[in-house]
Nanobody, 121 residues
Framework: VQLQASGGGLVQAGGSLRLSCAASELDLNNYAVGWFRQAPGHEREFVGYIRRSGGTSYNPVSVKGRFTISRENIKNAVDLHLNNLEPEDTAVYYC???????????????WGQGTQVTVSS
């Protein structure tokens, strides 16, 4: 089972993107979904997660109130809305699903392949 992350691309600083994490073999409503990102030469970093209940949590240092996560139940997807992007946000963004939300990667069972976000200055 693999998640499908999409929506990445090249955007100028200050722009926005919407990433989507979809699943064809899982009902994402039954899972917590987390978003992580990894820049070249860096470890994978927590971005945020959404609980099964809909509650969310974000990395306060890197997100700084600019990103939001929402469930798109009709599409069986979870979206990550990226606003006011900065060049430092350039990374491959990954989504993951697990039975409980976490700021670290290990509790997540299912992962997407990643989608590249590049922010130009």
């Amino acid at each position: 089972v693999q998640l499908q992350a999409s929506g990445g691309g090249l955007v100028q600083a200050g722009g926005s993107l919407r990433l989507s994490c979809a699943a064809s073999e899982l009902d994402l409503n039954n899972y917590a979904v987390g978003w992580f990102r990894q820049a070249p030469g860096h470890e994978r970093e927590f971005v945020g997660y959404i609980r099964r209940s809909g509650g969310t949590s974000y990395n306060p240092v890197s997100v700084k109130g600019r990103f939001t996560i929402s469930r798109e139940n009709i599409k069986n997807a979870v979206d990550l809305h990226l606003n006011n992007l900065e060049p430092e946000d350039t990374a491959v963004y990954y989504c993951a699903a697990g039975t409980r939300p976490s700021h670290v990667t290990t509790p997540y069972t299912y992962w997407g392949q990643g989608t590249q976000v590049t922010v130009s200055s």
